[in-house]
């Protein structure tokens, strides 16, 4: 038997806000992204050289979605975002004004650090050893 996870929905409160972010501040590439009616699209984005998971921006449609949007996980690290090149990432987010909520550890298993993405979430950076 082989199974995949291919999406994981990240709620947005704007699919060109999030875009935005995530496209010109983290570098990921668009990968679809296809309305589906006059309020609902399907945005799935990678980061670049990814074969693996997507993200699908899921644009916040109830009041109780919208109170999820930047803390899917109850402030916990959400995302892990793998790098060849820890420190020409990292530099490159700080020059886009990508807010680091931890700044680099070397750890056993390699060098980390914590950012926030536009709505709060919490994303590890890192590049393993």
Not at 41 to 66: F, H
Not at 96 to 117: K, M, T, W
Request: hydrophobic content about 45%; overall charge negative; some cysteine.
């Amino acid at each position: 038997m082989k199974q995949s996870i291919v999406h994981i929905a990240l709620l947005v409160k704007d699919y060109d806000e999030a875009l935005s972010f995530y496209v010109e501040k983290l570098k990921f590439d668009i990968v679809e992204d296809t309305p589906l009616s006059d309020t609902k699209r399907w945005v799935l984005i990678k980061p670049p050289g990814s074969s693996g998971c997507n993200l699908l921006l899921a644009k916040a449609a109830t009041e109780q979605q919208l109170q999820w949007v930047g803390n899917q996980t109850g402030g916990r690290v959400f995302l892990f975002l793998e790098t060849d090149d820890f420190y020409r990432d990292y530099n490159r987010m700080l020059a886009q004004n990508v807010l680091f909520a931890r700044d680099p550890v070397a750890e056993s298993y390699g060098i980390v650090a914590v950012f926030q993405d536009l709505y709060g979430n919490l994303w590890d950076l890192i590049q393993r050893s």
